[in-house]
């Protein structure tokens, strides 16, 4: 019960229902708030317990001085939590082994239950290891639950163990599009009340939900277990950058061209840690589609949400989408009486301001290895024949001196090149060479959700098959939706047929390429690629394309529209001008460029008017927790505690609480710290995070392979999450990870200076040994330490290899938060100083001290950082809320949280 000071509580008559709701106008400031903020305030209204949550936050935030820089902590209580199957499963596997912990100190193990709904949708799981035919997806499916049954079978336990917890099985969509689909309800009721939908999930990409008016963000999986145990999210009160949409998207350019734009603008801007919010005229001509992409990019351009209001394109997609009337009357109704509708004109209080003219965005595309760095399509011939370079040996390069000066498209005689014949399995042959399109995915829920950009990719293979053109026989072409919707609009538009003659048959619905699962190349290519050093690329319709991400055979990545992932695999190069050049001959041997098979905007339109209706969505979601029949034959333990399994290598009791008491253990300074890896700037999670395919010479491949485990059935990093011995191995073990105390190595090696003359070895190795010698660990980072996807196992794992303290020039905000949820020290160089710039060369012993000041209640501004070699300075402290103090002083936030709860 909230403590109501502000007497606010009040009803709201909806037809023949009433709603309790906390009306914001009884908070003096309200009016002129933002609409993100104006979320956070009746979150806060509504949770007041005179506690956490008091009068005086209520009215800061109602007295939100938008230029000032974040200070005041408040706690946001989510509405739920959602989750994906990689980021998931370790969750659960926390609160399987938090309910023992909990009997072992005495206390009850059912108060380990979510408070919260939470959601779990497995999409990651599902591999594109067959393409190209018409079982793909059959094919697929049955390799996925083949590797994945263990898994599978503790999710369904977890159904049926923790009350509040639903899982939507494989094979049904991406969880962000079936977030915004179906599980978002954008006023929540419950137990009476009406208020926003809010929620953190254990993915970046959670910001989607934004562009149906619900707030939330990503979180670690750690930050997304304490919130559904009931713990409310520290923060500070962020800075929100209000940007203005004017006028409309030309003809001829697609959400995601607009989305890269954004992205880079963003990016450009920094708007790292703030609330992004989007206003003005352009807004109301934004379908909903095109702002739950724009939201889906939000951790692509740094913000920890993208944010749209409420309005009558909101209303329109959620009666599309299946939601009954009574809850879009409420959407309406709510919005309306607690301004939270969406006024065109209205100019609220920002923080920042950005302003796009949509007219002015042109088709683009971004890589080849960040989100960020666009391209206008009309260059992107010409901006590869430049990038490639940094991909080819030196050698070859130095063959190349005739390369024009000129970066003119046509200029190509200069660009790298070292073809390669290579003979398919059939017999024929063709030439493959450096920018060869080898995988062209459509994939991600970033654009299978937006039906405007799926249909434009399908009328393009319509038109391209009509013409006699077909995928080049190197590039492994995948169709992934992000839910069954698609495959129904599809189909009723008889567009199928012509995206599975251009080799882009369905694959599965899930994640795939996006997040690295993108399935083996062709052999031959494979061969080809690895034997001859080729900078072969991908082009997929996601969201990410960092280096190593997507396919280990791929060098150089790039995000596009869908339509032009068909055009790409059609071409077959990035050495191919797409919007100049012949994308191939028909079938009189005429050329056909890109503008023949490019659709217009009205047939587009006119698709997506006729073939897509409400009774899709209410057919697909019927019965979504159900499962098909492989789901329900899963085999599952019964009873509150779960049977662990000692062979198994899928899932395992994690050591977080092992020898854990009721009491904390003071914080310590740290001394003797050995460097376990120095990094450059821009490392992500995902060289953090172990992801991708498990290669048989490494520490999990070997484990596994002592485990009775045939290389065959190794699966991914991702679906063994569930096990720490094979995560921890994997940690820092990314092929594209340079550490600089390992020079000329690629990949998770370091230095071992527990050994004579500190030889190179695998980086999980030397924390075996450091920490059989009580040695201390510390990274050392440059800028954007973090960034990318909210991987909690890029903490897990981090900490588990004995790693303290990390030392960055800056940090992404969710690996920040996950290192203090995981006790390990968050410090920042200097302002201005660099590892580089005070002569670190990460062969240092290392000594912190002034950390103990943690125990005195408060959280020092720097502790002082020393070395054996003299080096000295003052590493800021990015503990930044009082209650990220109480998770490290604890040991972390999984540890406060049982001690917490077995309080109460």
Same mark, same amino acid.
Request: net charge negative.
């Given at each position: 019960?909230?403590?109501?000071?502000?007497?606010?509580?009040?009803?709201?008559?909806?037809?023949?229902?009433?709603?309790?709701?906390?009306? +914001?106008?009884?908070?003096? !400031?309200?009016?002129?708030? /933002?609409?993100?903020?104006?979320?956070?305030?009746?979150?806060?209204?509504?949770?007041?317990?005179?506690?956490?949550?008091?009068?005086?936050?209520?009215?800061?935030?109602?007295?939100?001085?938008?230029? #000032?820089?974040?200070?005041?902590?408040?706690?946001?209580?989510?509405?739920?939590?959602?989750?994906?199957?990689?980021?998931? @499963?370790? *969750?659960?596997?926390?609160?399987?082994?938090?309910?023992?912990?909990?009997?072992?100190?005495?206390?009850?193990?059912?108060?380990?239950?979510?408070?919260?709904?939470?959601?779990?949708?497995?999409?990651?799981?599902?591999?594109?290891?067959?393409?190209?035919?018409?079982?793909?997806? #059959?094919?697929?499916?049955?390799?996925?639950?083949?590797?994945?049954?263990?898994?599978?079978?503790? +999710?369904?336990?977890?159904?049926?163990?923790?009350?509040e917890f639903k899982v939507v099985p494989p094979g049904t969509g991406i969880v962000h599009q079936v977030n915004i689909e179906h599980l978002a309800r954008t006023v929540m009721v419950r137990g009476g009340q009406a208020y926003p939908d809010t929620l953190v999930g254990t993915d970046s990409h959670t910001t989607m939900v934004n562009g149906l008016g619900v707030l939330g963000w990503g979180v670690g999986g750690i930050e997304a277990e304490a919130a559904m145990l009931g713990q409310p999210v520290s923060m500070?009160?962020?800075?929100?950058?209000?940007?203005?949409?004017?006028?409309? +998207?030309?003809?001829?350019?697609?959400?995601?061209?607009?989305?890269?734009?954004?992205?880079?603008?963003?990016?450009?801007?920094?708007?790292?840690?703030?609330?992004?919010?989007?206003?003005?005229?352009? @807004?109301?001509?934004?379908?909903?589609?095109?702002?739950?992409?724009?939201?889906?990019?939000?951790?692509?351009?740094?913000?920890?949400?993208?944010?749209? /209001?409420?309005?009558?394109?909101?209303?329109?997609?959620?009666?599309?989408?299946?939601?009954?009337?009574?809850?879009?009357?409420?959407?309406?109704?709510?919005?309306?009486?607690?301004?939270?509708?969406?006024?065109?004109?209205?100019?609220?209080? $920002?923080?920042?301001?950005?302003?796009?003219?949509?007219?002015?965005?042109?088709?683009?595309?971004?890589?080849?290895?960040? /989100?960020?760095?666009?391209?206008?399509?009309?260059?992107?011939?010409?901006?590869?024949?430049?990038?490639?370079?940094?991909?080819?040996?030196?050698?070859?390069?130095?063959?190349?001196?005739?390369?024009?000066?000129?970066?003119?498209?046509?200029?190509?005689?200069?660009?790298?090149?070292?073809?390669?014949?290579?003979?398919?399995?059939?017999?024929?042959?063709?030439?493959?060479?450096?920018?060869?399109?080898?995988?062209?995915?459509?994939?991600?829920?970033? %654009?299978?959700?937006?039906?405007?950009?799926?249909?434009?990719?399908?009328?393009?293979?319509?038109?391209?098959?009509?013409?006699?053109?077909?995928?080049?026989?190197?590039?492994?072409?995948?169709?992934?939706?992000?839910?069954?919707?698609?495959?129904?609009?599809?189909?009723?538009?008889?567009?199928?047929?012509?995206?599975?003659?251009?080799?882009?048959?369905?694959?599965?619905?899930? *994640?795939?390429? *996006?997040?690295?699962?993108?399935?083996?190349?062709?052999?031959?290519?494979?061969?080809?690629?690895?034997?001859?050093?080729?900078?072969?690329?991908?082009?997929?319709?996601?969201?990410?394309? $960092?280096?190593?991400?997507?396919?280990?055979?791929?060098?150089?990545?790039?995000?596009?529209?869908?339509?032009? @992932?068909?055009?790409?695999?059609?071409?077959?190069?990035?050495?191919?001008?797409?919007t100049k050049d012949a994308l191939g001959t028909d079938q009189d041997g005429k050329p056909v460029y890109l503008a023949d098979i490019w659709p217009t905007e009205a047939e587009v339109n006119d698709v997506v008017a006729n073939s897509i209706g409400e009774d899709m969505f209410n057919k697909s979601y019927r019965d979504v927790f159900a499962g098909d029949a492989q789901w329900q034959a899963l085999s599952i333990p019964t009873g509150n505690t779960f049977e662990w399994d000692s062979e198994s290598t899928y899932?395992?009791?994690?050591?977080?609480?092992?020898?854990?008491?009721?009491?904390?253990?003071?914080?310590?300074?740290?001394?003797?710290?050995?460097?376990?890896?120095?990094?450059?700037?821009?490392?992500?999670?995902?060289?953090?995070?172990?992801?991708?395919?498990?290669?048989?010479?490494?520490?999990?491949?070997?484990?596994?392979?002592?485990?009775?485990?045939?290389?065959?059935?190794?699966?991914?990093?991702?679906?063994?999450?569930?096990?720490?011995?094979?995560?921890?191995?994997?940690?820092?073990? %990314?092929?594209?990870?340079?550490?600089?105390? #390992?020079?000329?190595?690629?990949?998770?090696?370091?230095?071992?200076?527990?050994?004579?003359?500190?030889?190179?070895?695998?980086?999980?190795?030397?924390?075996?040994?450091?920490?059989?010698? !009580?040695?201390?660990?510390?990274?050392?980072?440059?800028?954007?330490?973090?960034?990318?996807?909210?991987?909690?196992?890029?903490?897990?794992?981090?900490?588990?290899?004995?790693?303290?303290?990390?030392?960055?020039?800056?940090?992404?905000?969710?690996?920040?938060?996950?290192?203090?949820?995981?006790?390990?020290? /968050?410090?920042?160089?200097?302002?201005?100083?660099?590892?580089?710039?005070?002569?670190?060369?990460?062969?240092?012993?290392?000594?912190?001290?002034?950390?103990?000041?943690? %125990?005195?209640?408060?959280?020092?501004?720097?502790?002082?950082?020393?070395?054996?070699?003299?080096?000295?300075?003052?590493?800021?402290?990015?503990?930044?809320?009082p209650g990220e103090a109480d998770y490290y002083r604890n040991g972390g936030i999984l540890q406060y949280v049982l001690r917490s709860l077995i309080r109460k």
């Amino acid at each position: 019960m909230s403590a109501n000071s502000f007497d606010a509580r009040s009803t709201l008559r909806v037809g023949d229902e009433s709603y309790e709701i906390f009306k +914001l106008d009884k908070v003096e !400031g309200s009016a002129r708030l /933002p609409y993100s903020l104006k979320v956070l305030l009746e979150n806060l209204l509504r949770t007041e317990d005179g506690a956490n949550i008091t009068a005086d936050h209520i009215r800061a935030l109602g007295g939100w001085d938008s230029q #000032a820089q974040p200070s005041q902590e408040i706690q946001f209580t989510p509405a739920r939590v959602i989750m994906q199957d990689f980021t998931g @499963v370790p *969750c659960v596997v926390d609160l399987a082994t938090m309910r023992e912990a909990v009997k072992e100190l005495g206390g009850d193990p059912a108060k380990i239950n979510p408070l919260a709904p939470a959601e779990l949708v497995i999409d990651h799981s599902v591999i594109a290891d067959k393409f190209g035919t018409n079982d793909a997806f #059959a094919q697929n499916v049955e390799l996925e639950y083949g590797r994945n049954k263990e898994r599978y079978q503790f +999710l369904r336990w977890g159904q049926t163990a923790f009350d509040e917890f639903k899982v939507v099985p494989p094979g049904t969509g991406i969880v962000h599009q079936v977030n915004i689909e179906h599980l978002a309800r954008t006023v929540m009721v419950r137990g009476g009340q009406a208020y926003p939908d809010t929620l953190v999930g254990t993915d970046s990409h959670t910001t989607m939900v934004n562009g149906l008016g619900v707030l939330g963000w990503g979180v670690g999986g750690i930050e997304a277990e304490a919130a559904m145990l009931g713990q409310p999210v520290s923060m500070l009160i962020p800075r929100v950058v209000g940007f203005k949409l004017t006028g409309e +998207l030309p003809a001829g350019t697609t959400a995601t061209d607009l989305v890269l734009t954004i992205t880079e603008m963003l990016r450009k801007h920094g708007v790292v840690g703030k609330f992004v919010e989007f206003y003005g005229e352009g @807004v109301a001509a934004t379908s909903l589609a095109n702002r739950a992409t724009i939201g889906n990019m939000s951790p692509e351009f740094g913000s920890t949400a993208a944010i749209f /209001p409420i309005d009558d394109e909101t209303l329109k997609y959620l009666r599309l989408t299946g939601r009954d009337a009574q809850q879009v009357a409420l959407v309406e109704a709510y919005a309306k009486e607690q301004g939270l509708w969406l006024d065109p004109a209205a100019e609220p209080d $920002f923080s920042e301001k950005l302003e796009l003219d949509l007219s002015t965005v042109v088709p683009s595309i971004a890589g080849p290895k960040r /989100p960020q760095d666009r391209i206008v399509l009309a260059n992107a011939k010409a901006q590869f024949a430049q990038d490639v370079r940094n991909y080819v040996s030196d050698d070859e390069e130095a063959g190349k001196e005739s390369f024009p000066a000129s970066d003119s498209p046509a200029a190509s005689n200069g660009v790298p090149s070292n073809p390669v014949t290579v003979t398919a399995p059939d017999g024929t042959s063709y030439e493959l060479d450096h920018g060869a399109v080898t995988v062209a995915a459509i994939t991600s829920c970033t %654009n299978t959700s937006n039906p405007y950009v799926m249909v434009s990719a399908a009328l393009v293979a319509k038109k391209a098959v009509e013409k006699g053109l077909t995928r080049k026989p190197w590039v492994k072409t995948t169709l992934a939706p992000g839910s069954k919707v698609v495959t129904d609009y599809f189909d009723k538009a008889g567009l199928t047929p012509y995206l599975d003659k251009v080799g882009f048959n369905l694959v599965g619905y899930g *994640c795939t390429t *996006c997040i690295g699962n993108s399935g083996p190349l062709p052999e031959e290519v494979s061969k080809a690629v690895n034997e001859h050093d080729l900078a072969v690329t991908s082009v997929l319709s996601g969201n990410r394309n $960092f280096e190593g991400r997507i396919n280990p055979d791929v060098k150089m990545n790039y995000l596009a529209s869908p339509p032009l @992932v068909v055009a790409y695999a059609i071409a077959g190069s990035m050495k191919v001008d797409i919007t100049k050049d012949a994308l191939g001959t028909d079938q009189d041997g005429k050329p056909v460029y890109l503008a023949d098979i490019w659709p217009t905007e009205a047939e587009v339109n006119d698709v997506v008017a006729n073939s897509i209706g409400e009774d899709m969505f209410n057919k697909s979601y019927r019965d979504v927790f159900a499962g098909d029949a492989q789901w329900q034959a899963l085999s599952i333990p019964t009873g509150n505690t779960f049977e662990w399994d000692s062979e198994s290598t899928y899932v395992r009791k994690p050591p977080y609480f092992e020898g854990m008491t009721m009491e904390t253990t003071p914080v310590e300074d740290i001394t003797g710290a050995r460097v376990l890896a120095k990094l450059g700037d821009s490392v992500t999670t995902d060289h953090i995070s172990p992801a991708g395919a498990i290669k048989a010479d490494t520490p999990a491949g070997k484990y596994l392979t002592e485990h009775g485990i045939d290389r065959r059935d190794f699966n991914s990093y991702g679906s063994r999450r569930g096990n720490h011995e094979v995560m921890i191995r994997g940690t820092f073990a %990314n092929i594209r990870l340079r550490n600089q105390i #390992a020079p000329g190595t690629e990949g998770g090696f370091t230095r071992d200076f527990t050994q004579a003359d500190a030889p190179v070895s695998f980086i999980y190795d030397a924390s075996q040994n450091y920490q059989a010698a !009580g040695t201390p660990l510390v990274i050392l980072a440059g800028k954007e330490y973090g960034s990318g996807s909210s991987r909690d196992w890029a903490a897990k794992g981090t900490a588990l290899l004995g790693v303290k303290a990390v030392i960055a020039e800056s940090y992404e905000r969710i690996h920040r938060s996950n290192l203090i949820g995981m006790g390990v020290l /968050p410090l920042q160089f200097p302002a201005g100083a660099t590892a580089q710039s005070l002569g670190l060369t990460g062969e240092e012993t290392f000594s912190f001290t002034g950390v103990t000041e943690l %125990n005195n209640g408060t959280t020092p501004r720097t502790v002082k950082v020393t070395t054996d070699t003299g080096v000295e300075f003052d590493g800021v402290v990015r503990i930044d809320t009082p209650g990220e103090a109480d998770y490290y002083r604890n040991g972390g936030i999984l540890q406060y949280v049982l001690r917490s709860l077995i309080r109460k």
